[in-house]
């Protein structure tokens, strides 16, 4: 793992230990937890992925089964929060592996569309901090 994202790591390991922000048992799980709110958080306030946010809700309804009320469902702010509250919950980390392989075939298909090759993939960030 690069020297930054361990630091970085040990850091919200830190955070997570005081705060008991994830509920995982093994503090070195904690790093999928923030890999998954992180990437998720970035897509959900950009618009470039979701224009809408009918688009975002049914994102996040089909990959992940999360449903919003309609006021949630107004607001990005509210969705992000809603969001992070539901990750930061599960108790699984095989369940949050699952999440982040979702996470990562949907970002892999946009970048095939977009068919850059030479742009850094979500498939090599996951084999910098192997994931798999």
Known sequence: MNKN???????MEGFNKKFSVYKC????????YSILISCIS??????KFFKKNKD???FLQKHFGINFPEYVAKNRALILGRTI???????SISEIKDY???LYMFIDKVLQEGNDKDV???QDAIDIINLR
């Open 100 to 102: 982040l392989n979702k």
């Open 85 to 91: 509250k539901h990750f930061s919950e599960i108790e």
């Open 25 to 32: 048992e093994n503090k070195q799980d904690s790093i999928y």
């Open 42 to 47: 970035g897509m959900i306030l950009s618009k």
């Open 120 to 122: 850094f993939t979500w």
């Open 56 to 58: 975002l809700l049914e």
């Open 5 to 11: 994202i361990q630091e970085l790591h040990e850091i």
